[in-house]
């Protein structure tokens, strides 16, 4: 028996593929407005009390960072696992904490990107 090519079942079959490849796409996800996560109460490597004069604050990527505002004394804790290179930490902040202010986090690379960097370097 002959096996013809049909052009309906190849376009069926791309569109196919194409929509489960492009699922986060469909979905909304952009990788630049993915802050990272909330952390666990308990567990983080650094505390960093927020003045109420404050505009930014330093944090690494891949780090838990617990944020402590120091005008209502309420704190939350965030795991930096994004691209980003900056955004307002309002964004994340639960409700009543920042008081509505707006803090830049300014996020550098990860201990384990140095480390990636460091080797690469090496082996030239």
Request: positive net charge.
């Amino acid at each position: 028996m002959k096996r013809i090519f049909h052009p309906v079942t190849a376009i069926v079959g791309l569109v196919a593929t194409l929509m489960c490849t492009s699922g986060a796409a469909a979905a909304g996800y952009v990788a630049e407005q993915d802050f990272g996560s909330p952390g666990l109460d308990n567990v983080y490597e650094r505390v960093i009390t927020i003045s109420p004069r404050a505009r930014w604050v330093n944090v690494n990527r891949d780090e838990t960072i617990k944020f402590v505002d120091a005008s209502s004394g309420k704190s939350f804790v965030w795991y930096f696992k994004t691209p980003a290179m900056k955004f307002d930490l309002a964004k994340v902040a639960p409700d009543g904490i920042l008081s509505g202010r707006n803090v830049d986090v300014y996020i550098g690379i990860s201990s384990r990107e140095i480390n990636q960097e460091n080797s690469n370097t090496r082996t030239r």
